[in-house]
């Protein structure tokens, strides 16, 4: 079962025609959530966050979509898929109408819960990928529908056996992963690309740069980053909501350790 406008619709039926705006153009936003045990992680961050990049879209918000009600729409969801714990996927997409101008920036919404699962893996390769790059501005930096780079990103994954990639902006610097943020770690120092180099505001990422911030014994840095440092860290982790963080455990011929991610693992799961 799916959500269209506060409908619960099967998946099976037809929701809307070829003349979704989500479809033509990218003219969409979405917020992965984590719901376990009934509980919807980090409710408060993903509804901000949404609601910034609707502003940010010139998207019409609805006065019908507060918190309470942002929170109600997919908890209701979960229940009638029978979920105690869910992956779901918020989009927002403007009414159909116009070309490239909309006729209307009122919005439809789109609301799926799938059976979560979250499982970090002990061995994880990645590799740069090289083919085309993350544009260093904001528009990159929140959740649209245009995800080619990504798409194309993970074919390029799948081709080589790996289990993720690292993408680079024009500027040849690391962004993030194909599914998440990515830090570094040398020594006591932190690292993560800042959001000006194209990253997406992850809410994770938000969540672990709070938890370094409070701990005496590593140093936080939002700075530019080359790839050659990947070669020189003790640590590289990958932030999503759903997996919470995932150490990278081999980049070429490099072997990292884990100690800081499951460190800060701990941390992470005391603020559910």
């Not at 998946?11 to 705006?21: A, G, P, Q, T």
């Not at 009638?80 to 439809?108: C, M, W």
């Amino acid at each position: 079962m799916v959500n269209f406008n506060g409908i619960i619709n099967k998946k099976s039926e037809l929701l809307f025609d070829s003349n979704n705006r989500a479809f033509k153009y990218g003219d969409a936003l979405f917020e992965t959530l984590k719901v376990k045990n009934s509980q919807i992680y980090f409710l408060e961050d993903h509804y901000f966050r949404l609601m910034a990049s609707m502003r940010m879209l010139r998207m019409e918000i609805p006065m019908t979509f507060t918190l309470d009600f942002f929170e109600e729409e997919i908890t209701n969801l979960v229940k009638h898929n029978n979920l105690n714990s869910a992956r779901v996927r918020f989009t927002v997409f403007r009414k159909p109408g116009g070309f490239y101008e909309p006729q209307t920036n009122k919005i439809d919404y789109l609301i799926e819960a799938t059976q979560l699962i979250s499982t970090p893996k002990s061995t994880y390769r990645v590799d740069l990928f090289k083919d085309y790059f993350v544009h260093s501005g904001l528009l990159s930096t929140i959740k649209t529908t245009n995800k080619i780079t990504n798409v194309l990103a993970s074919i390029f994954v799948a081709e080589n056996e790996l289990d993720n990639g690292i993408l680079l902006n024009e500027k040849k610097r690391i962004v993030e992963a194909i599914n998440g943020n990515v830090f570094l770690v040398k020594g006591n120092i932190i690292k993560t690309p800042p959001i000006s180099e194209g990253c997406i505001k992850g809410i994770c990422r938000k969540k672990i740069i709070e938890i370094i911030a409070s701990m005496e014994n590593y140093k936080l840095q939002e700075v530019e980053i080359s790839p050659f440092e990947l070669l020189k860290a003790d640590e590289v982790f990958i932030t999503n909501v759903i997996i919470g963080i995932q150490p990278i455990t081999v980049y070429k011929k490099c072997n990292f350790t884990t100690y800081v991610s499951k460190e800060l693992t701990i941390e992470l799961a005391n603020l559910i």
